[in-house]
């Protein structure tokens, strides 16, 4: 696992997209930190990590595209499959990488953020929350484009069904909202919302049944991923 | 192995064998297999997370690691209270009902902490006692006189608070302290009627000021020219000793009693008479100005710049030195309004950090604010003053400032005077008084007053103390204030290196990746 891991941390930092994935999130992460805080006078965070979530749904496929995609367009996947790890190995070795640089992004633009206690008092609990909740998401968005880039063999169709995914999820909370409160389908689509249950962590509120839901989601798409390869593998 | 009869057929003819699939069935059933496996995986995830959703909902497992910063006070109304301390008098605070009533109230809860802090600071000062206005007992069971505390028809209700001096006898009564309907004197609201802030510790520190003194300072607004009087201005006032009333100058001169009068963005000219000499008649309204200043009264001014010239009023204030600043450009008239974008809190460069001038009075108010607070004072749509005499500047644009209206640059340079002020002697030489003009309605609103990183408060109580001669002023007392996510004290300029510095951070790694990338390509 480890030496898969490695093998995808030098390709993310020998090729373009490694380097355009983070060009392209540190800059508009930068640009939407300082115009909702800054620019707005505000020491409120909140608004800023919401935008970040929809926006890391859309930039985070570039990501995890390639993951297996590429393995299988340019053949070296028979490598990977006779290669003595196993695929849950490769899998989980492959999620790290992705989440690494995820992750590294995200805490970065949270220091950013601790400039602000010089000018307000910062709801560091709600930073500190909303931070849990990014991490936690990212779990998710990088298992469900490691599963669509195992599908296929084309880089631009496993970003697009990622992000088609991804956004159905989102979606799923503005659906819920359709409905009046007392009903019990509400309540589903509450249960199943990324977004209903980020906007918890965004209240200051580290809810621990939603922790649980994201890495369950998380663990839901890296099974489906392994039983693709494990498939694969025998086939 | 499966015997296939064509197989045995062809065997007999000697032609070679077809093969078939014998394995589909074994690889059906091990599809179906993991198939059923990957099903039930998931189905056992989701129903472990649907069980934990509701053990979460019923034992609530989540935690809040948000609190709320515990009330202090910051030791401000020491030296207010030092001489009345050791005078050793004793100021009762009255809380109209029961004391679990009134902590557990969710505006009240406040107003009682504070009372709370205060008795705990001043022990042999401050003394609590909560009323039941309905026996009209208190909490030992003594009988309380509410009739001595309606002298004035004062209305008392569950949620009054009465500041009495038990020494003098002078009281006072908060009629609506806190209720959860409305807010009243402890809380500053903005324009919309929100909260803005919690003031306790400043309205504990008036109250008690108040009934401690001998005697009250006048301070009369004018009307009938569709004056904006800001509430939390009346309120500063207030703190800073003030009765507050109003006055008609077209029915009355200004009465003998007035410490202080205030021209509060007057959208409409002052009256005018002028005599065969060429002087006001003094029933005009600004014979009636001239009359008072020429006693000696106190004038305090704020003009809005994108006001229609009050031909008036302006012409009475360039008389004593003080203008607002007009260009001509193309045969049209502009005022001069400072817009200054390194030093502004908004991206328009209109609200502006304003810097202390040069003068006796300007470096003793800068000198006086230092003590407390950061010192900046902020104004914003301020048109900029012209002056001439003896009047001086007291607050300042920074030096980047530019003149702007509709779009069109008046004027540059910067340090363009946004405040100043003008001593005015009476006719006998004995008495003295001080003309202030601010060329900003801004100045005195809600949000300008109530925030703890900009110091306009404690700049118009030095302005009080050193211009009008009053004393006591309730110096830094910090509000618990309620959108405490404003940034403060941050300009434009320093939000831009902000920017920039973040920004930084991409593109030095998109120069490293294209070196990194060239240099593997080229290998």
Not at chain 2, 124 to 129: G, P, V
Not at chain 2, 466 to 486: F, I, K, R, T, W
Request: hydrophobic share 45%.
């Amino acid at each position: 696992m480890l030496a898969v891991f490695k093998k995808e941390m030098r390709s993310y930092f020998t090729s373009v997209i490694g380097y355009v994935f983070l060009v392209l999130y540190l800059a508009l992460s930068g640009a939407v930190l300082c115009y909702t805080t800054l620019y707005s006078m505000s020491s409120d965070v909140t608004s800023y990590f919401t935008i970040m979530l929809l926006l890391s749904g859309i930039v985070l496929p570039l990501l995890t595209m390639k993951s297996f995609s590429e393995e299988r367009k340019v053949k070296t996947e028979q490598l990977l499959l006779t290669a003595p790890v196993s695929i849950i190995g490769i899998v989980v070795g492959k999620f790290l990488a992705a989440y690494s640089i995820y992750a590294g992004c995200m805490v970065l633009n949270t220091l950013y953020c601790l400039v602000l206690l010089n000018y307000s008092s910062l709801k560091v609990a709600v930073l500190f929350g909303c931070l849990i909740a990014s991490l936690l998401v990212g779990l998710v968005f990088i298992a469900i484009g490691l599963f669509v880039s195992a599908l296929t063999e084309n880089q631009l169709t496993a970003a697009i069904g990622t992000i088609a995914i991804i956004l159905g999820f989102l979606a799923i909370g503005l659906i819920g909202s359709l409905f009046p409160s007392d009903y019990a389908i509400r309540y589903v689509f509450n249960f199943l919302s990324i977004f209903t249950r980020f906007q918890y962590f965004t209240n200051g509120v580290i809810d621990i049944a939603s922790i649980v839901y994201y890495i369950s989601v998380a663990i839901i798409f890296g099974y489906l991923t392994v039983r693709i390869y494990d498939r694969r593998r025998y086939n | 192995m499966k015997k296939y009869p064509q197989n045995e057929k062809r065997k007999e003819a000697g032609a070679p064998v077809e093969k078939r699939n014998v394995e589909r069935p074994i690889v059906r059933e091990e599809r179906v297999f993991s198939a059923s496996v990957t099903v039930m995986v998931i189905a056992v995830i989701l129903v472990f997370n649907v069980m934990f959703y509701i053990l979460a909902s019923l034992f609530r497992l989540y935690f809040s690691p948000t609190k709320d910063d515990p009330q202090t006070l910051t030791g401000s109304t020491d030296a207010i209270f030092a001489e009345a301390i050791a005078k050793k008098r004793t100021v009762k605070i009255y809380f109209c009902n029961d004391e679990e009533t009134v902590s557990a109230h969710d505006t009240g809860s406040l107003v009682y902490e504070t009372a709370q802090l205060y008795k705990e600071r001043y022990p042999e000062f401050i003394d609590i006692e909560y009323i039941n206005i309905i026996t009209k007992r208190d909490s030992k069971g003594n009988r309380f006189p509410l009739s001595n505390y309606t002298e004035n028809d004062e209305v008392i209700l569950k949620s009054s608070v009465i500041f009495e001096c038990v020494e003098s006898g002078e009281y006072k009564v908060v009629t609506d302290a806190y209720t959860s309907a409305g807010y009243a004197d402890f809380y500053s609201l903005d324009s919309n009627g929100y909260i803005l802030s919690y003031d306790g510790e400043e309205f504990f520190a008036t109250m008690i000021s108040w009934v401690l003194a001998e005697e009250h300072k006048k301070a009369y607004f004018t009307t009938t020219h569709s004056e904006q009087v800001d509430s939390s201005f009346v309120k500063l006032l207030m703190a800073a000793g003030y009765e507050s009333d109003m006055i008609s100058l077209r029915d009355s001169a200004v009465p003998d009693d007035a410490d202080l009068l205030v021209i509060s963005n007057p959208r409409s000219d002052f009256e005018i008479s002028i005599d065969g000499s060429g002087v006001a008649v003094a029933t005009s309204e600004i014979g009636r100005l001239e009359a008072y200043l020429k006693r000696g009264g106190n004038l305090y001014v704020s003009l809005d710049p994108y006001v229609k010239k009050l031909y008036s009023l302006e012409t009475f204030l360039e008389g004593y030195g003080i203008g607002l600043s007009e260009t001509e450009i193309d045969g049209k008239i502009y005022r001069d309004i400072v817009r200054d974008g390194a030093n502004a809190i908004t991206t328009n460069g209109y609200t502006i950090v304003t810097e202390h001038a040069d003068g006796t009075i300007a470096t003793q108010i800068s000198e006086n604010m230092d003590k407390y607070s950061d010192n900046d004072v902020i104004i914003r749509e301020a048109g900029a003053l012209t002056l001439s005499g003896t009047a001086q500047a007291l607050l300042t644009s920074s030096r980047s400032a530019s003149c702007e209206n509709a779009g069109i640059v008046t004027k540059t340079g910067g340090s363009f005077p946004v405040a100043a002020y003008n001593t005015v002697t009476s006719a006998d030489g004995k008495e003295t008084g001080n003309i202030f003009v601010v060329s900003s309605i801004y100045m005195t609103v809600s949000d300008a007053l109530v925030t703890n990183g900009y110091s306009n408060k404690d700049f118009i109580y030095s302005l009080i103390e050193y211009l009008y001669g009053a004393e006591n002023m309730p110096y830094g007392c910090q509000s618990v204030l309620y959108d405490s996510s404003v940034l403060e004290n941050l300009t434009m300029s320093t939000a831009n290196l902000y920017t920039a510095i973040v920004l930084a951070v991409p593109t030095t790694i998109a120069i490293l990746g294209a070196v990194v990338v060239i240099r593997r390509k080229n290998r």
